[in-house]
């Protein structure tokens, strides 16, 4: 099978490629390059959207990363990645879903405006990094006394919230911030630690101080 996507940045594609190297899943991978993203519409995937996984042999494919992600552990279940009951495999998706709700309503819009795509008013950026900071903590509740978040073992479930804590890291969260959640920092630094994730990710890293929005006239 072929797993396409585009940006090395990409957090969805990266997660894709680490649940394939952790299950060892048999496939290629194919990085699209932008001036060609026209023809991968028109060729393999009309949605345009990465990662996208395909089988060459039967035409079948799959979008989305946490639908490719679940098919990826279930082709392997010794893999544990997705758990072994029905039960595991909803917990795992609980955690999966909180995260994906975060982002949505307020991690990314505080990301916009710290990466510059495009300009936000002080007033919003704020009310979007108090909530950051309070989701974080209830992250950290959360990890007081657990090793990973949905099961005692790594799951898809850290896998998938791993990259956005680091990307929070690296941009919202200085180091003032993050010695008040000590759990999620560990947690943070076991799964980075882990050999594909570091190979596909390559080391962590801090901010010292958050960074500064693009802000609106």
Known sequence: MK??????????????????????FEHEF????????????????????????KNETTGEGLGESTAIARFMANSNPAS??????????ALIDEA?????????????KAGIGILGYMAVKQEEFDEAVKKVNEYLAKLDG???DKTYFALEKLTLADLYVV????????????????????????????????????EILGKPRYIGVALKPKLAE
Not at 80 to 89: A, H, K
Not at 170 to 197: H, K, M, P, S, Y
Request: proline residues 3%; hydrophobic residues 45%; neutral net charge.
């Open 3 to 24: 797993l396409y996507g585009s940006s090395p940045s990409s957090m969805y594609t990266n997660f894709c490629r680490i649940v394939a190297k952790l299950t060892s």
């Open 30 to 53: 194919v990085r699209i390059a932008p001036e060609d993203k026209e023809k991968f519409k028109a060729e393999t995937y009309s949605a345009g959207l990465f990662p996208y996984l």
């Open 142 to 144: 959360l990890l007081k």
């Open 80 to 89: 544990g990645l997705y758990g072994s009951t029905v039960f595991e495999s």
């Open 96 to 108: 999966i879903e909180r995260h994906l709700f975060a982002n949505n309503q307020f991690v990314f």
């Open 163 to 198: 990259q956005t804590v680091g990307f929070m890291f690296v941009t919202l969260i200085g180091a003032e911030d993050r010695a008040q959640l000590l759990n999620l920092v560990a947690w943070f630094d076991r799964v980075r630690a882990n050999e594909a994730v570091t």
